[in-house]
């Protein structure tokens, strides 16, 4: 079975964040691309643009002391330029550390990533660890 256009697209642009390839990665997305970030801390917020969007990875790392590491579940279009990967997040910071699972909607306009939703299972712990 062949994978969908789009769910390759997300496949490499996880690939190319687990790299630290921010050109890569950016290369994937639209000028105009906006991250979501869900919850209430330094983090959240709608990141706007290309920069803005990379420096927010970036910044995943940076807090971490380079211990944010993705594990991708799964990936799934729905053929209409949208679509959703699963992965869990596990990272250190200061005397914290988390697990958790979390998922992304993307929206996809002529072959590269517009829009990323990010939702996490608990907002709680997540805002915890960021703030």
Same mark, same amino acid.
């Given at each position: 079975?062949?994978?969908?256009?789009?769910?390759?697209?997300?496949h490499?642009?996880?690939?190319a @964040?687990?790299?630290?390839? #921010? *050109?890569?990665?950016?290369?994937? #997305? %639209?000028?105009?691309? &906006? =991250?979501?970030?869900? $919850?209430?801390?330094?983090l959240?917020?709608? =990141?706007? $643009?290309?920069?803005?969007?990379?420096?927010?990875y970036?910044r995943l790392?940076?807090e !971490? $002391?380079? %211990?944010?590491q993705v !594990?991708l =579940?799964?990936?799934m279009a729905?053929?209409?330029?949208?679509? #959703?990967?699963?992965?869990t997040?596990?990272?250190? +910071?200061?005397? +914290?550390?988390? *697990?958790?699972?979390?998922?992304? @909607?993307? !929206?996809?306009? $002529?072959?590269?990533? !517009?829009?990323i939703?990010?939702? %996490? *299972?608990? &907002?709680?712990? =997540?805002?915890?660890?960021?703030s």
């Amino acid at each position: 079975m062949s994978q969908h256009p789009d769910c390759a697209l997300i496949h490499r642009g996880y690939e190319a @964040f687990g790299a630290g390839d #921010m *050109e890569k990665l950016g290369a994937l #997305m %639209t000028a105009d691309v &906006i =991250h979501h970030v869900p $919850g209430n801390n330094p983090l959240s917020g709608h =990141h706007k $643009g290309r920069d803005a969007v990379l420096d927010l990875y970036r910044r995943l790392g940076e807090e !971490t $002391g380079g %211990t944010y590491q993705v !594990t991708l =579940h799964s990936v799934m279009a729905d053929g209409r330029g949208h679509a #959703m990967s699963f992965h869990t997040v596990r990272a250190d +910071r200061g005397d +914290r550390g988390i *697990e958790i699972r979390e998922g992304l @909607f993307f !929206t996809i306009v $002529g072959g590269k990533i !517009t829009d990323i939703d990010e939702c %996490t *299972e608990d &907002i709680d712990e =997540h805002d915890a660890f960021w703030s």
